[in-house]
């Protein structure tokens, strides 16, 4: 196993990833039973990070970046997918998504999610603002609901039906008797999961100000982006931004797993995630300025534009004295391949 990994460097952290996501996620559901809300607080947290940190390593094996074979870095990809729900998407279906995010420099979707949120009934529209705007990541679950359910709609997508019931047939019952022997914890399970649907949209939102593409577009042009813009190393960098959770505690960007550092991810994508920050103080020294932006200042845009990101197609303005009217994206999470 030791061997496996890229270089003897990597060893001692990856391990302890490893050993926290899937250490961490047994004994966070664990304390979630307790009889103690003491337990059960840290139960939630327990369980939110530990789904967090499984989503981020998600990313860095789509990327070959853990292991030397692409064969092992699926293998592990496969069991983050099944820890953090995103397996009903192949593993091989968010790799490309993300791929395509590096390489054509742009969020490529399935589906515009504004033009989704402006076309649904009026009262679908208003309850998942509604529900937004009550700090509950509705259009988030509509998309992982979608990526279930779309294969038994759309003819050209029924060929994932068979892999998707042998999936549902798995996770429902385990989820259903949780829910019977403590319906506590059923509850205190999905509190813990918005936190970490809600952790990851906070850092997608402000990452990038790409445009948008749908497949449906790129199909009929060879998969080639033809709008005339430039999409160079120099575009990447400008519209990609390092909402670091702490300048002054560096360390605080575990809790992300180092995806902060995202213009230095950007910059060489292979580098797995305990070298971004060594990288970033390359690129940019200790610089306060932006691209760099730490989350802090984020918070208002966040709270302010909650409800506006979802039917926007402006990312808004972000300054290095203001990021109050950066509105954001929302939608653009690996985790769901549509």
């Given amino acids: ?5 890229k270089t003897s460097e990597s060893i001692l952290p990856n391990s302890l990833a490893f050993s926290f996501t899937i250490v961490g996620y047994a004994l966070g ?3 979630l039973f307790s009889g103690s809300w003491f337990i059960n607080v840290a139960g939630v947290l327990v369980t939110a990070q530990a789904l967090i940190i499984s989503a981020y390593l998600l990313h860095e094996f789509s990327h070959w970046s853990i292991f030397k074979t692409p064969n092992t870095n699926r293998r592990w990809g496969v069991l983050m997918t099944w820890i953090n729900g995103s397996c009903y998407s192949t593993f091989e279906e968010i790799r490309n998504k993300h791929m395509h995010h590096h390489v054509d420099r742009a969020d490529v979707l399935t589906f515009n999610v504004q033009h989704l949120m402006r076309d649904m009934p009026s009262f679908t529209r208003n309850t998942i603002k509604a529900l937004e705007w009550a700090y509950i990541p509705a259009l988030e679950i509509l998309i992982h609901f979608l990526v279930i359910v779309l294969p038994f709609l759309r003819p050209e997508w029924h060929h994932k039906r068979p892999r998707l019931l042998a999936i549902l047939l798995i996770r429902l019952p385990l989820l259903a008797l949780m829910a019977l022997v403590s319906i506590k914890a059923w509850l205190l399970y999905l509190l813990a999961y918005g936190i ?9 939102a402000f990452q990038h100000t790409y445009d948008v593409f749908l497949e449906s577009i790129l ?3 060879g998969g080639k982006i033809a709008d005339a813009k430039l999409r ?10 390092s909402n670091l959770t702490s300048l002054q505690y560096p360390w605080l960007n575990l809790i992300f797993l180092n995806f902060p550092y995202h213009n230095a991810h950007h910059e060489k994508p292979v580098a797995p995630w305990f070298q971004l920050p060594q990288l970033h103080q390359q690129l940019f020294g200790d610089s306060p300025l932006l691209p760099v932006i730490p989350m802090s200042k984020l918070l208002l845009a966040y709270h302010r534009h909650r409800v506006k990101r979802l039917q926007s197609d402006d990312y808004g303005v972000l300054t290095n004295d203001n990021a109050n009217a950066f509105i954001g994206a929302a939608g653009v999470s690996f985790l769901t391949a549509l």
């Avoid at 970490?196 to 997608?204: K, N, V």
Wanted: aromatic residues 16%; without cysteine; glycine residues 0%.
């Fill in 29 to 31: 559901v664990f304390m």
């Fill in 232 to 241: 160079d190393r120099a575009y990447e960098q400008a519209n990609t931004f």
């Fill in 196 to 204: 970490m649907l809600t952790a990851l949209r906070f850092a997608d």
């Fill in 1 to 5: 196993m030791l061997n496996a990994f």
């Fill in 219 to 221: 199909a009929q042009t």
